[in-house]
Structure formats: structure tokens, C-alpha cells
């Protein structure tokens, strides 16, 4: 129920609203459970076979960024109703409203006993949360007549660009965002810092480095005349205590 009433829980919780609400229609609860029964638990997993083959992907998917669109913009209306001129509470709740299962997927992670923070949406977004939070700028500016476009217009191409841009990505097999472009070129531009270079030293006053030693030859003659001098006293030795005895 998390997962699938994501948007409006979280978009309740924003605008200081019970996050139960959505469980209220009965309905769309046993909807939702009936679906999540078939697609896991359905004989020979009939209903996930039938949702894996690619026209009915295509259809399906259509069908969710077409809902997507729906979201976003009934958390804008929703926001514009009590906050006429706050732009970024639009924002945030269509935002919301449209990536909810997304964006709680943490919380909903950790209720089933996963815990994965790297999978923070707020810290490196997919590309449905990417697209829904252009979606809610656009919206949002709409309303506050920032956008010359009436909303049938502004949703009109919205849909039609983000249906185009999933199927695409879907027939391509590609996995890399679209926008990839231009957040690159805004992050050279706005975040990346200058290359700074290490000052250059004076060569002329860097010490030089002596080159090692060898042995000297002295040292292995002193080495030598050691070891004679030992045997001789060894020699000494042994003579006087042969005269003594």
C-alpha cells in the first residue's frame, strides 16, 4: 500500500493532511491488492508473463505516464488551493503527488526490513522522478500564469513527451537519461570548480641530489688487516700455552 499510494500519502503528509486518507476508498485498495495477488501468486505466473511481452509494456506504460501526468497535476491544484502564490509548495506537492512511490521508497524499504540508503531518490534521482519533477515546475508555473498555455495545452505536451521519451527507451533497450546532456553541461557550468595549478618552483635553487658513495676500497683493507691481526693473536696464543705445558 506504500509502494502504491506512495504520491498520496506523501503529498498528504506536506500539506498536513492524514497520510491514511488514500485508504480510504475501499476500492482502490482491494484494486491494488487483487493486482499485487495476480502478478506474484498467479498460476504458472500467467500475468507477469502477459505483462513482459513488449506491445502490452508498451501499452502499459503509456497508460502509467499518462496517469503520471494526472498526479502531478492534482497535487499543483491541490497546493494552488490553499497556496496561491507558493510556487515551491507546488512544486514540492506535485512533485510528491507524481514520484511519492519513489521518493517514500526508503520508508517502504525499511518496513519490510531492508535498508538501502544508497537507493535515496532525493540523492541520485531515476528518471521517472526526473521527468515528474519537471512535470511539477511546468504545472506549477502554469499556474501561477508564469506559462502562456492553458492547462489542456501544457498537459497535452507533457503526456506526449514523456510517453514518447519511455517508449523510446524501451525499444532502444537504453537505461541512460535523456537529460544526461544537459546536467552535464550545467554542472561544468555552475558547479564544477576552475583547475588550479601548483606554483612552479625555481629550478635553479633546488637542491641537487649527491649521488651515493660507493664503498670505499680503504674499508675492505681495514677489514682484511683485522682479520690478520686476530689470527696472529690466535697463533701467539696457542704457542705460549704449548711452552707452558
Known amino acids: 500500500m506504500l509502494y502504491c499510494f506512495g504520491g498520496a500519502v506523501l503529498s498528504g503528509i506536506i500539506m498536513a493532511e492524514a497520510p491514511v486518507a488514500p485508504l480510504a476508498n475501499s476500492t482502490n485498495v482491494l484494486l491494488a491488492s487483487l493486482m499485487w495477488y495476480l502478478v506474484f501468486y498467479s498460476p504458472l505466473d500467467a500475468l507477469y508473463s502477459c505483462a513482459t511481452v ?3 509494456r508498451l501499452v502499459l506504460t503509456g497508460m502509467k505516464e499518462v496517469t503520471r501526468t494526472w498526479k502531478v497535476l492534482s497535487g499543483v491544484v491541490q497546493a494552488s488551493k490553499k497556496y496561491q502564490d507558493g510556487l515551491f509548495v507546488m512544486i514540492a506537492v506535485g512533485w510528491a503527488k507524481g514520484a511519492g512511490g519513489g521518493l517514500i521508497s526508503n520508508f517502504e524499504q ?5 535498508w538501502k540508503p544508497e537507493t535515496n531518490e532525493l540523492l541520485k534521482m531515476s528518471y521517472p522522478t526526473k521527468v515528474t519533477l519537471i512535470g511539477a515546475v511546468l504545472f506549477s508555473l502554469q499556474q501561477c500564469r508564469y506559462l502562456p498555455l492553458q ?9 506526449v513527451f514523456i510517453v514518447v ?5 524501451m525499444l532502444m533497450g537504453s537505461s541512460s537519461s535523456p537529460f544526461a546532456p544537459v546536467e552535464s553541461a550545467l554542472y561544468q557550468t555552475l ?8 606554483p ?6 633546488t637542491p641537487t641530489q649527491t649521488p651515493s658513495c660507493p664503498a670505499r676500497p680503504e674499508s675492505k683493507d681495514a677489514s682484511v688487516l683485522n682479520g690478520s691481526s686476530q689470527t696472529e693473536e690466535a697463533q701467539d696464543h696457542s704457542k705460549n700455552s704449548k711452552k707452558t705445558n
Open 54 to 56: 513488449l506491445p502490452v
Open 110 to 114: 525499511l518496513v519490510r526490513g531492508v
Open 151 to 159: 492547462t489542456p495545452e501544457l498537459m497535452l505536451l507533457y503526456t
Open 165 to 169: 521519451n519511455k517508449t523510446r527507451m
Open 191 to 198: 558547479f564544477a570548480r576552475p583547475l588550479t595549478y601548483a
Open 200 to 205: 612552479l618552483t625555481n629550478q635553479s635553487h
